[in-house]
């Protein structure tokens, strides 16, 4: 077991990577109670176009799947449910799909030993029954109901979907009614033989544990079943413009409050390592600097009615994709889009002032130390860098090194007009 120790946060991470591939991560803490445990495929619902594990022709299956799968990963060959096995055993367990992963996850201040395998192996038991997969659609069906009656939501998706013309980011991670309908048992199993083998998982485990105990267990549940080694796993993407496939829409729903967003499409994807937490970095640096709750600008918006404290921005950028998003609630929509448009440009047509730049760097940093405090943040995001082939731990130094320079370029880059989007919802 390889230990990989940060001198700038005083931590240790020990990491094995089993006989079949599996990336196993631990994080002792000792001043912690509660431990947190997260096994996470590198699956989501952008993957829904690939080759199923030893077969020569590509599959295309229904959006909405990687979703599909993870409610139904809870259901065991026994009848029983994962769930109440974690309640049980005094654990609080979830599961959630993003764009690309899928993760199930743990709680607990005792029984770890017991919960760790608990997790390991209800997610290593496929279980799916054509009865059981009929009724999911149903339970799944009312979830996306719910999801498009709700405003936020709604602006946020039709938001990205102005920005993409045919990635599958701007499918809903559940899918639609009509597209879970053509899921079936054996498109289940065709998804989890690719996609939840060992080699392309990882396992991190966070709290006041020891190491080796960790390990031993791990190992000796993983040389417990039979996993042959597997191809890299072959992706489909289709080819997306640079250009936005809308400048904007607008979105009539029944709310007491408009709600408006601006944002801007990544046209430059791929980026890993460093480079990917360089710019990551960059963007949320700059938007912290335009519209902070410290800034001058964010109080204007305040003062001038246009904002309240829903308002907030956010930068996504994962391989395939990157976006940023700014807005919240807002009595006149296009207004707020206009002041938000106009903020930007003229951060874009000044210099960066060096002094803002620092505060706004050591806010970041700030926030960032309080976080190294929660293991859920830890495990979650520890994860998210290592698929993107970076590490967690360097997230304060990569943000300490970023120069006027670099941020400067990354906010002619990224907030250029080609790339502009807004969407807002607004009152029947």
């Known amino acids: 077991m390889k230990q990989i120790h940060f001198d700038q946060l005083q931590e240790t991470v020990y990491h094995h990577k089993c006989d079949n591939g599996l990336q196993l991560f631990i994080l002792p803490k000792t001043g912690f109670n509660k431990t947190y445990a997260i ?23 229904p959006d909405g799947i990687a979703h599909f799968l993870e409610h139904k990963m809870f259901e065991m060959p026994d009848g029983s449910d994962a769930f109440q096995a974690f309640g049980n055993q005094g654990a609080s367990s979830n599961a959630f799909t993003s764009f690309t992963r899928t993760a199930y996850l743990f709680s607990s201040t005792s029984n770890i030993d017991k919960n760790l395998e608990t997790l390991i192996d209800f997610v290593q038991t496929p279980f799916f029954k054509k009865e059981s997969v009929e009724k999911e659609k149903g339970i799944i069906g009312q979830e996306i109901r719910m999801y498009n009656d709700t405003p936020d939501w709604r602006v946020y998706f039709g938001l990205i979907s102005n920005m993409y013309h045919h990635h599958p980011i701007q499918i809903d991670i559940a899918g639609t009614i009509e597209s879970i309908s053509h899921i079936t048992d054996d498109l289940l199993y065709d998804c989890y033989r690719t996609f939840y083998h060992p080699s392309n998982m990882m396992l991190f485990v966070v709290g006041p544990v020891n190491p080796d105990e ?26 997306e413009p640079e250009s936005v496939a809308k400048k904007s829409s607008v979105i009539k729903m029944g709310v007491q409050t408009p709600k408006s967003l601006i944002g801007f499409k990544e046209r430059r994807v791929h980026r890993t390592g460093k480079e990917f937490m360089e710019h990551e970095l960059s963007v949320q640096l700059l938007l ?65 002032d060096s002094e803002a730049v620092e ?23 520890f994860t998210r860098y290592y698929f993107n082939e970076t590490n967690l731990f360097d997230l304060i130094p990569v943000l300490e090194s970023l120069t006027t320079e670099t941020l400067t370029k990354t906010l002619h880059e990224h907030f250029s007009d080609e790339a502009l989007s807004t969407c807002a919802v607004v009152k029947k």
Not at 217 to 234: C, F, H, R, S, W
Not at 313 to 337: H, M, R, V, W
């Open 288 to 352: 912290e600097l335009m519209f902070g709750k410290g800034t001058e600008n964010y109080k204007s918006l305040v003062e001038d009615g246009l904002i309240d404290e829903t308002f907030s921005f956010e930068y996504t950028e994962e391989y395939e994709f990157g976006f940023s998003a700014i807005g919240g609630n807002t009595e006149d929509p296009e207004k707020l889009q206009n002041r938000l448009k106009q903020i930007i440009e003229e951060y874009k047509s000044g210099r960066l």
């Open 359 to 381: 505060r706004a760097r050591k806010k970041r940093i700030g926030g960032m130390l309080r976080a190294f405090n929660s293991p859920e943040f830890i495990a979650n995001q």
């Open 214 to 239: 960790v390990m031993d267990l791990v190992v000796k549940n993983q040389a417990g079943k039979d996993y042959t080694n597997q191809q890299p796993i072959e992706r489909k993407y289709p080819e």
């Open 39 to 61: 096994f996470t495929t590198n699956y989501g619902s952008i993957d829904n176009h690939f080759k199923p594990l030893n077969q020569n022709d590509w599959l295309k299956v």
